[in-house]
């Protein structure tokens, strides 16, 4: 092949970079023996493996004659898209542990915790500036149109917008597993109600119809006054029936062995999905198109349709703008709070110790019930802006479940019971689903269609995470007292 030279420079370079990032850990005093295996010997030989296959194996080979070409193709994706840049990013940021007696090593230690997100920020900055570099370079599988660099930049915005939906669904897991150590399963299922209610006060108001785009003269006022307002009646109906979730299913539970809560949410669940299931059928529905284009067959594309530019792969529809716009919103809302109100004072105080909170007065039922409602109110926004944004088969009985699973996943992900932790594992899992189901590593062309194996990915990092790191990316090894 004639990129054969500048895919082996490449490959030397970056796996070189890996393999000098273990070596200044090492120097700076940290154990990372496991690491130094994986750079120093198990990555050149998933390289040499895969310059091998490339050589040996036709493009074009069929299923499954091809599984050494895929296997190998996804480890040295892993290698050079996560571990090479993480070992490199970390050797430069993680403070030396060498020659430091314990008080410095735990100063030090803690000065790296608060820094941790903006280290992370920096390493998906970087991994997003060099994915399509490394992909053009060694995927060459893929049609062209699919390594392009706007074509790569869509897929991440796209797993940034739904990442954001996620990480609104995943607040309301650990807001209530932070205070009472509950994995509210039902919480998906409220999600799916608040996307009924905000398509029912739609549909009210517009008078449209299930997936069709809006009457044609429809003032754009009325378009927003319907929104806004579904995103109201929703969060308020999504706030009460969490109140009355808690009430009515957890409360009597409170002191009982955790099964028995556990499986009563899972019950809830299951109730939910029926009353939806009896209010819609089982055949999904779609939030109507409310910025319809030309066409009148999507809403309108910022990129294509405003700007004029039709050259690009990049797609922003102007419902993306709602998310950007209405996520950001509830979530500085919510910051603002945790931190700053007496009421997120008490809820920070009850998650850290409920007996000492009731001691100094705090109302521990008062403060369980407003995280409830405060969970239940995010999901169902959740649900009106994930309705507006995918339009297609956005309302239908199951909805939370698969969407539950996913916050869930990026709760337990961010560290469950850190809301920081939440909104970075939202963006993560968000990620993750959009370039599974995208061709971006060239499997579907010529390998295995990875695109019905998104769903696995995303739980398979859920397993990786809980067998590596339990406690999540920002979450803390909390010691119990004896």
């Known amino acids: 092949m004639n990129s054969l030279p500048v895919q082996l420079v490449l490959l030397i370079v ?8 273990t070596f200044m850990l090492l120097q700076k005093g940290y154990r990372v023996n496991s690491l130094k295996s994986l750079a120093y010997y198990v990555a050149p030989v998933v390289a040499i493996l895969y310059l091998i296959i490339n050589q040996i194996q036709p493009l074009n080979a069929s299923w499954p004659g091809n599984l050494p070409g895929v296997v190998i193709n996804i480890a040295l994706g892993i290698i050079l898209l996560i571990v090479s840049p993480a070992l490199l990013i970390a050797a430069f940021l993680v403070p030396t542990q060498k020659n430091l007696d314990v008080s410095a090593r735990a100063l030090q230690r803690d000065a790296f915790v608060r820094m941790r997100s903006r280290i992370l920020l920096i390493g998906a900055i970087f991994l997003a500036l060099m994915m399509p570099l490394l992909a053009l ?6 049609a062209p149109s699919e390594l392009r660099y706007d074509s790569v930049i869509s897929v991440m915005i796209n797993g940034l917008l739904s990442g954001s939906l996620f990480a609104l669904i995943a607040l309301g897991y650990t ?5 009472i150590e509950l994995i509210n399963f039902a919480h998906g299922d409220v999600f799916m109600m608040g996307s009924l209610v905000g398509f029912t006060v739609i549909n009210i108001m517009l008078g449209t119809q299930s997936g069709r785009p809006v009457k044609a003269g429809t003032p754009l006022f009325m378009v927003i006054l319907a929104i806004v307002l579904a995103l109201i009646i929703s969060m308020v109906f999504c706030g009460f029936l969490n109140y009355l979730i808690n009430r009515i299913a957890y409360k009597r539970l409170r002191n009982a062995p955790r099964l028995a809560p556990l499986i009563s949410a899972i019950g809830v669940s299951f109730i939910l999905q029926n009353i939806g299931l009896y209010l819609i059928s089982s055949a999904p529905q779609g939030y109507p198109v409310m910025f319809p284009n030309a066409t009148r067959v999507a809403n309108t594309d910022v990129v294509s349709d405003i700007l004029d530019n039709h050259d690009s792969l990049i797609t922003i529809p102007v419902t993306g703008i709602l998310v950007i716009v209405g996520v950001s919103i509830l979530l500085l809302g919510l910051s603002y709070l945790i931190n700053q109100t007496k009421t997120g004072k008490a809820m920070r105080a009850v998650a850290q110790n409920r007996e000492a909170a009731a001691l100094m007065g705090i109302s521990i039922e008062r403060t369980i019930s407003f995280a409830f409602i405060i969970g239940g109110a995010l999901a169902g926004a959740a649900g009106v ?8 088969g956005t309302v239908r009985y199951d909805l939370g479940f698969q969407n539950g699973l996913f916050a869930f996943t990026a709760a337990v992900l961010g560290g ?21 189901q995208s061709s971006f590593f060239g499997l579907s062309a010529s390998f295995l269609d990875l695109s019905i194996w998104a769903p696995v990915a995303v739980f398979g990092v859920l397993v990786l995470v809980m067998i590596f790191r339990p406690t999540g990316i920002l979450g803390e090894n909390v010691q119990e007292k004896v």
Do not use: C, D, E, P
């Open 385 to 392: 802006i994930y309705g507006v944004y995918q339009v297609q």
């Open 137 to 142: 370079s060694l995927f060459r599988t893929a």
């Open 14 to 21: 970056w796996l070189g970079l890996g393999a000098y990032g």
């Open 175 to 179: 807001l209530v597993y932070g205070i």
């Open 416 to 436: 469950i019971g850190n809301v920081n932790g939440a909104v970075l594992g939202g963006l993560f899992i968000g990620l993750i689903y959009s370039l599974s």
